[in-house]
Nanobody
Framework: QVRLVESGGGSVQPGGSLRLSCTAS????????IGWFRQAPGKEREGISC????????YYSDSVKGRFTISRDNAQNTSYLQMNNLKPEDTAVYYC????????????????????WGQGTQVVVAS
């Protein structure tokens, strides 16, 4: 089974950028579809971006479209979430998730789709 570890979170001012990493161990990330989620205090976990193994499925929620970019580097066994023009409402704990089963852009934001989860990394956007 695969283990996932997120990193790259931190505090940043509005308009700033961060790049989150999700590094896999125990298996090859290329065997899995990837989703990125976030959870703000008092809110449900929200699926914000997905990238399939084939890269044919790429999804962004409306809240991050045009500002965030998902990618994967199989040689590094890592997925990345580049976050630009950050806003205070982006403040949350960010999680990556993986699953070997196929997904679609309609299903990939559901937490139930994913078997494996990282522990999360905190992002705070404040002036």
């Amino acid at each position: 089974q695969v283990r996932l570890v997120e990193s790259g979170g931190g505090s940043v001012q509005p308009g700033g950028s961060l790049r989150l990493s999700c590094t896999a161990s125990g298996d090859t990330l290329d065997n899995y579809n990837i989703g990125w989620f976030r959870q703000a205090p008092g809110k449900e976990r929200e699926g914000i971006s997905c990238l399939s193994r084939s890269r044919r499925v790429v999804y962004y929620s409306d809240s991050v479209k045009g500002r965030f970019t998902i990618s994967r580097d199989n040689a590094q066994n890592t997925s990345y979430l580049q976050m630009n023009n950050l806003k205070p409402e982006d403040t949350a704990v960010y999680y990556c998730a993986a699953d070997a089963r196929p997904f679609t852009s309609a299903s990939c934001t559901r937490t139930s789709v994913y078997e494996y989860w990282g522990q999360g990394t905190q992002v705070v956007v404040a002036s």
